[in-house]
T-cell receptor, first 111, second 115 residues
Framework: GQQVMQIPQYQHVQEGEDFTTYCNSS?????IQWYKQRPGGHPVFLIQ?????EVKKQKRLTFQFGEAKKNSSLHITATQTTDVGTYFC???????????FGTGTRLQVTL | DTAVSQTPKYLVTQMGNDKSIKCEQN?????MYWYKQDSKKFLKIMFS???????INETVPNRFSPKSPDKAHLNLHINSLELGDSAVYFC??????????????FGEGSRLTVL
């Protein structure tokens, strides 16, 4: 079945440093979504990418969808303590009518 | 007003018992889901209903039975609970039938602990 892996599993950064998480799918995706889950919270939707090579920005967050639509990345510039949480990508395959969540990257930010 | 609400938030029970978790959404969405998040934080889809019709049924033991009385509600009943069922169960909803194309709205989760 479809697998979606993320690396790294965990990253600890100092506030102000940049952070990137990478998402790789075993199959070609129709779209990719990103979610953030704060400790003890529930996943919250951040963004969706649909087109090959698409890049979208939300303030300090930059999302990219690979040309082959099998990988994606989320880059955070100048992290803040409010960025703490686990970031999940989730790939859609259209006909399967479901999202497969990645393994997640837990981000810890300290002062 | 909470968009997707689940009850109860916490469940502690003995092995072999039966328990239910309820979910309601007031977003007018057509599709609802149950996801299981284990201790390693992996999020796996269990079931999906579109307007009361089951559309996704992943490899889940028969002890798990979803029920959707109407499109705003999706409940999960679990029989003969086992230790491995301990997890956080998230209900979610989205607009449209195709899960992969719409934003998922998650409930706050129900933490189930089986002793």
């Amino acid at each position: 079945g479809q697998q979606v892996m993320q690396i790294p599993q965990y990253q600890h950064v100092q506030e102000g440093e940049d952070f990137t998480t990478y998402c790789n799918s075993s199959t070609t995706l129709s779209n990719i979504q990103w979610y953030k889950q704060r400790p003890g919270g529930h996943p919250v939707f951040l963004i969706q990418l649909v087109k090959s090579g698409e890049v979208k920005k939300q303030k300090r967050l930059t999302f990219q969808f690979g040309e082959a639509k099998k990988n994606s990345s989320l880059h955070i510039t100048a992290t803040q303590t409010t960025d703490v949480g686990t970031y999940f990508c989730a790939g859609g395959t259209g006909t399967a009518s479901k999202l497969t969540f990645g393994t997640g990257t837990r981000l810890q930010v300290t002062l | 007003d909470t968009a997707v609400s689940q009850t109860p938030k916490y469940l502690v029970t003995q092995m072999g018992n039966d328990k239910s978790i309820k979910c309601e959404q007031n977003l007018g969405h057509d599709t609802m889901y149950w996801y299981k998040q284990d201790s390693k934080k992996f999020l796996k889809i269990m079931f999906s209903y579109n307007n009361k019709e089951l559309i996704i049924n992943e490899t889940v033991p028969n002890r798990f039975s979803p029920k959707s009385p109407d499109k705003a509600h999706l409940n999960l009943h679990i029989n003969s609970l086992e230790l491995g069922d301990s997890a956080v169960y998230f209900c979610a909803s989205s607009q449209g039938r195709t899960a992969g194309t719409g934003e998922l709205f998650f409930g706050e989760g129900s933490r189930l602990t089986v002793l």
